[in-house]
């Protein structure tokens, strides 16, 4: 074995990623290897403080409603039966939040990992005229492309090739909507994210006090009385049952399911939506092992598409609400609290979701948003912290304009543009 003899300060450089962590690398694989002792049970609950606890809980809370509402249209768009959908949400969380558990204690830093969303719309725009098996079929190939290109080393790569700047401004472009979100739901819906704004305001503006409680935890109470005051919630939460039932279900390979989803799926997991979850980390200071993450996409995408769930990614959102606050030596407890809620709602998941489903879009919208204010802020920071941030500004317009191209979403096509614009009009080395 290697090791690397990098700086390993963390500082974000103009046009440069974070220096990587010195990992041990495999003898034949650039796999990047733990470098030091796992954390003991008492140590991760030690080190899962209040702050810690409720990024995890606001994270998953995130996750369990805007992406599974994206998920819930993509399976309309198929006509799935209510098991092949329930299935499908048991992949995504139970499977996606043991495989964040491991990585996270395994390499002692946070690596949440989830499903692509982007992902999860192209699949349901496939699904309007090809056969849920051969989306199954196209699962499992996308599964070995994303492994293979993790063995190789490339993904990593890639992400030290592309300037840090214009990787965060594509990840302000995705997060912008939250905010915007966040004043459609103050503006639209007085009683229940006015009030969610005010505790985290009043809150954070007591640092006494937002040391024991969070302001996002705070908001999140306050938004679940006014809730119930104003009897907002439209439906039980049972009406889909209480436990999941994962289904195994065979796959169908066929070229025109190969050649249109394929290399779309690839590309947003291991551009797009990796892209995000390592650039929000490295610019916290964290080191993700990067080609390593890309090889457990590979394999937990294979595993996961035989319940048919779609691929799995180290996911942006979820990993800038893990490390939005809090000590970053303890964010990998925040991490592994986040899986541990993961498994939880993965077997409960028909109960999850009819509660999340039964509640005001303006809770979920303005919770969402002031969770991602901080993630928001620091993209921007380091976006346009720069003297060259024509680049930038074009990759986070392309983001923000959300046009799709041969089935490849805005953000990949932003970073792509991005580059171009820096290195013709800002002559920016890309290397």
Not at 35 to 44: D, E, I
Not at 210 to 229: T, Y
Not at 315 to 340: C, D, F, K, M, Q
Request: aromatic share 6%; charged share 10%.
């Amino acid at each position: 074995m290697t090791t690397e003899s990098t700086p390993t300060d963390g500082r974000v450089r103009d046009g440069q990623a974070p220096a990587p962590h010195p990992f041990r690398t495999a003898a034949l694989l650039p796999v990047e290897l733990p470098h030091h002792r796992r954390p003991s049970p008492r140590q991760v609950l030690a080190d899962l403080g209040p702050r810690e606890f409720a990024n995890a809980l606001i994270a998953l809370i995130f996750s369990a409603t805007g992406p599974v509402a994206v998920i819930l249209a993509a399976g309309a768009q198929g006509n799935l039966t209510p098991a092949q959908l329930s299935s499908w949400i048991f992949g995504v969380f139970f499977a996606n939040g043991l495989l964040t558990i491991i990585l996270s204690w395994t390499y002692r830093t946070p690596l949440a990992f989830f499903w692509t969303i982007p992902g999860t719309v192209i699949v349901g725009n496939s699904l309007e005229h090809l056969r849920w098996s051969e989306v199954l079929g196209a699962y499992v190939i996308t599964g070995v492309v994303i492994l293979l290109v993790g063995l190789s080393g490339l993904a990593r790569r890639i992400m030290d090739w592309i300037p840090m700047p214009i990787i965060m401004a594509m990840v302000a472009g995705v997060f912008l909507r939250f905010g915007l979100g966040l004043v459609d739901a103050v503006w639209s819906s007085v009683a229940v994210a006015l009030p969610m704004a005010l505790a985290f305001l009043a809150v954070g503006a007591l640092p006494r006090v937002s040391r024991v409680v969070p302001p996002i935890l705070a908001a999140m109470v306050v938004g679940i009385i006014a809730v119930v005051i104003d009897g907002g919630l439209s439906r039980g939460i049972l009406d889909d049952g209480l436990l999941a039932a994962p289904m195994l279900q065979a796959p169908e390979f066929t070229l025109r399911s190969l050649s249109e989803l394929v290399v779309p799926l690839a590309i947003t997991v291991l551009v797009v939506q990796n892209g995000q979850g390592v650039a929000v980390l490295r610019a916290k200071g964290h080191h993700p092992p990067v080609n390593a993450s890309a090889v457990a996409c590979g394999v937990w995408s294979l595993l996961v598409s035989a319940i048919g769930a779609v691929s799995t990614c180290l996911t942006g959102p979820t990993n800038a609400l893990i490390v939005s606050s809090g000590e970053p030596r303890r964010h990998y407890a925040a991490a592994i609290g986040n899986g541990g809620l993961a498994l939880i709602v993965g077997v409960l998941s028909p109960a999850f979701v009819g509660l999340i489903l039964g509640t005001p879009a303006a809770f979920i919208a303005a919770l969402g948003g002031l969770a991602m204010l901080a993630p928001l802020q620091s993209s921007f920071v380091t976006a346009f912290r720069t003297d060259r941030a024509l680049g930038p500004l074009v990759c986070l317009l392309v983001t923000v304009a959300d046009v799709s191209l041969v089935g490849i979403s805005a953000p990949f096509w932003g970073i792509v543009l991005g580059l171009a614009v820096s290195a013709l009009l800002e002559r920016r080395t890309l290397s």
